[in-house]
């Protein structure tokens, strides 16, 4: 399979803990993005890496929020003492290139708070 | 809210009809516009794209329209099958983002009966 995977696809946690999603990107593709989605809404950008380099972080990234992109590859999303406001289904994308046909989503890691 | 979100604005053909599902689209300035469908628990997968310097684009069973001057951008199901149903968002790209994040719109569920 050569698309973006992410893992777990599901994860249950109590409020007030750590969580730690991981995605692995398209192997040749050099950006990396985050976004949120909640149920019925389109996902909302998080933030974007360029290689290793965090590049852009949007607002929503509270302090809680920290992605990691250490080798440029594969990338993870830690969220520490977590709230049921958190929960919902986080996407990984990648993209290669100038082409946003390439913009390749994930399945997603879906995050129920209770 | 979450109870807002879940009413997500829905399309409902019969197989064999066409489509058309519209999306506002909010910043003038945005230069590059998607269409992605997304299937239950899987992540937005492309569908068709059109650059704001293009009126209308054809892909295999889809086309895209783009109307600037009100900020409308539809797509067009050609022979709608089963299979097409799921939730549709547009994306936009602002023209100021360097980063290439994209901004999704509020989804529409297409539902296609046999």
């Known amino acids: 399979d050569t698309g973006v995977s992410q893992d777990p696809r599901h994860k249950i946690t109590k409020r007030g803990q750590n969580v730690t999603f991981r995605c692995d990107p398209i192997?040749?593709?050099?950006?990396l993005y985050w976004y949120r989605q909640t149920l019925g809404q389109g996902p909302e950008f998080l933030t974007y890496?360029?290689?290793?380099?965090?590049?852009?972080k949007s607002r929503l990234l509270s302090d809680r929020f920290s992605a990691e992109r250490p080798k440029g590859s594969f990338s993870t999303l830690e969220i520490q003492r977590t709230e049921q406001g958190d929960s919902a289904m986080y996407l990984c994308a990648s993209r290669g290139g100038r082409s946003f046909d390439g913009y390749t989503f994930g399945s997603g890691t879906r995050l129920t708070v209770v | 809210g979450e109870s807002v979100g879940l009413h997500l604005p829905t399309l409902s053909v019969q197989e064999g009809d066409n489509s058309i599902i519209n999306c506002a689209y909010s910043?003038?300035?945005?230069?590059?516009f998607i269409w992605y469908k997304q299937e239950s628990g899987k992540g937005p997968q492309f569908i068709i794209d059109?650059?704001?310097?293009?009126d209308k684009r054809q892909g295999q069973r889809v086309t895209v329209l783009l109307n600037k001057t009100v900020k409308h951008l539809s797509l067009q199901i050609a022979a709608t099958q089963p299979g097409d149903s799921a939730v549709y968002f547009c994306?936009?790209?602002?023209?100021?983002?360097?980063?290439?994040?994209?901004?999704f719109g509020t989804g529409t569920r297409l539902l296609v009966s046999p």
């Open positions: 192997s040749e593709h050099n950006r």
């Open positions: 890496f360029q290689n290793e380099a965090q590049l852009e």
């Open positions: 994306a936009e790209k602002p023209l100021n983002t360097g980063f290439q994040k994209l901004v």
């Open positions: 910043n003038s300035a945005s230069d590059y």
């Open positions: 059109i650059r704001s310097n293009m």
